[in-house]
């Protein structure tokens, strides 16, 4: 069980504060969303690899920078006045309970297949 994510996570979330501020790094600050279109996908074919290697230790690393490049996007997002990382977390939180009736609603499934085929169907619903 992790004990200790909420302050590790905000810790995280100042040192990216940091990093675009006055006295942080000239090129984290030059950075826009449009740019992590490359390094998104780098990291994310990083991460990939890893899984495919059954390579744990780095798998780990590159979880970590994946997840500096969600909360790198939201630092810029929140500048540009568009969201902010709890905007981010708040949405995924409602959308994993909204997508799972089963396990927080009344709904009973069980079958893996079933699961998927109701998760697609939410999501259908809620993309109309």
């Known amino acids: 069980m992790v004990r200790d994510a909420g302050s590790k996570f905000k810790e995280l979330v100042d040192l990216m504060e940091y990093m675009r501020g006055p006295k942080g790094c000239a090129w984290d ?3 826009t969303i ?3 279109s490359k390094h998104l996908k780098n990291e994310s074919d990083e991460v990939l690899e890893a899984i495919s ?3 744990y230790p780095n798998l ?3 979880l970590g920078d994946l997840l500096w490049n969600i909360v790198f996007i939201s630092q810029i997002a929140l500048e540009e006045g568009f969201f902010t ?3 981010v977390i708040n ?3 409602e959308k994993i309970v909204r997508r799972h009736p089963h396990v927080f609603g009344g709904e009973r499934i069980s079958d893996p297949d079933e699961i998927i085929r109701r998760w697609h169907e939410i999501k259908r619903d809620e993309k109309k």
């Open 29 to 31: 600050k030059e950075q």
């Open 34 to 36: 449009e740019d992590f």
């Open 53 to 55: 290697r059954k390579d």
């Open 60 to 62: 780990r690393e590159e």
């Open 85 to 87: 990382i709890e905007d």
């Open 91 to 93: 949405d995924v939180n």
